[in-house]
C-alpha cells in the first residue's frame, strides 16, 4: 500500500500515481496489447514484457465500512494491496502472476462477491443515490438495482451479449448515475398518499411543499395538527 501520503490540498481529487501498482506505474503508456482470459478477467501486457492480471468483482455501490475492509483484507492477502473502483462501482484487483487468479477468485466467491463485469457482459447497474442523499426521490434506484442483479446475475458472469450492455436506474428524469444503453427511471406512478400523524414530527413541510414542481402539495391543518394536502387533479403521476 502507499506509504508516503503528501499533504492534503483543498481542491481536486488526489494524486492516482500513489494508489497504482508499481507494475503499472512502471509500464504506464507502454500497453502492447491486452486481452480476456475469461469473464472478470483481463491481462495487459506491456512491451517490456511484464503482464498484469485484472480480477473484477462487483459491489453493492453504497459500501458499509465492514464489506470494505473485507474487500481490503482479499486486496492484501491475495493481491498485492493495490485496488481500483471503476465506474460502475465494481472493485479491481491486479496481480502480476497468473497462477495467483484463481485463489483471489476463490477468495471473492467464498466472501460471496461476483466475479465478471467485463468484456460482452451485463455490466454492474450504475445507479442515482436514492434516498441516501438526495432530498427529491420517490423511490430508491439503489433497491431496484439488487433485484434487477439477482435476475442479471449469470449475465454479469458471463459474457454472453452481442455487445457490452450497460443499465442505468434512477429516481428521477435527472438521472444523476450515470449514461447506459439502457436507462431506467423508477417513479410512483400514483399521487402520494399522507399519513397525517406522522408529518408534524417528521417531515419538513417548506421543503416538501417546495419540491413540487406543478404546487400539488400545499401545507394544511388536519385534526389540529399541522399536516400537507396533495391536490391529486394537479399532481403529474
Ligand atoms: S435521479 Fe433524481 S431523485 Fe434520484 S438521486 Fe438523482 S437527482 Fe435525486
Ligand atoms: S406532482 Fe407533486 S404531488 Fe405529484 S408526485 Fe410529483 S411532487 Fe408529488
Not at 480476456?36 to 514484457?49: I, N
Not at 485484472?54 to 453493492?60: E, K, N, S
Not at 462501482?89 to 485463489?103: A, F, G, H, K, Q
Request: net charge negative; aromatic share 6%.
Amino acid at each position: 500500500m502507499a506509504k508516503d501520503m503528501r499533504e492534503p490540498i483543498e481542491s481536486g481529487c488526489p494524486d492516482p500515481w500513489q494508489y497504482m501498482h508499481p507494475t503499472m506505474r512502471k509500464n504506464f503508456g507502454q500497453r502492447k496489447y491486452h486481452d480476456h482470459p475469461r469473464p472478470g478477467v483481463l491481462r495487459h501486457v506491456a512491451y517490456s514484457g511484464d503482464e498484469i492480471w485484472t480480477v473484477r468483482a462487483g459491489t453493492q455501490r453504497i459500501l458499509d465500512v465492514f464489506t470494505l475492509r473485507k474487500l481490503c483484507d482479499i486486496g492484501d492477502e491475495f493481491a498485492d494491496g493495490y485496488v481500483h473502483f471503476t465506474l460502475r462501482s465494481n472493485i479491481e484487483y491486479m496481480v502480476t502472476e497468473e497462477s495467483r487468479v484463481d485463489p483471489l477468485i476463490n477468495a471473492l466467491e467464498e466472501a460471496g462477491f461476483i466475479v465478471g463485469g467485463t468484456q460482452n457482459s451485463v455490466a454492474m447497474i450504475s445507479h442515482t443515490q436514492g434516498w441516501l442523499h438526495c432530498d427529491i426521490p420517490g423511490t430508491d434506484a439503489s433497491g431496484v438495482v439488487k433485484s434487477m442483479m439477482d435476475e442479471l446475475i449469470d449475465e454479469f458472469r458471463n459474457a454472453n451479449m452481442p455487445n457490452r450492455v450497460h443499465l442505468t436506474t434512477s429516481c428521477c428524469q435527472i438521472n444523476c448515475g450515470g449514461q447506459g444503453d439502457i436507462a431506467i427511471n423508477i417513479q410512483h406512478t400514483k399521487p402520494p398518499k399522507i399519513n397525517h400523524d406522522l408529518v408534524a414530527n417528521v417531515c419538513e413541510r417548506p421543503s416538501v411543499v417546495a419540491r413540487c414542481p406543478v404546487a400539488a402539495i400545499r401545507p394544511a391543518m388536519v385534526n389540529g395538527k399541522p399536516s400537507l394536502e396533495v391536490d391529486e387533479r394537479k399532481c403529474i403521476c
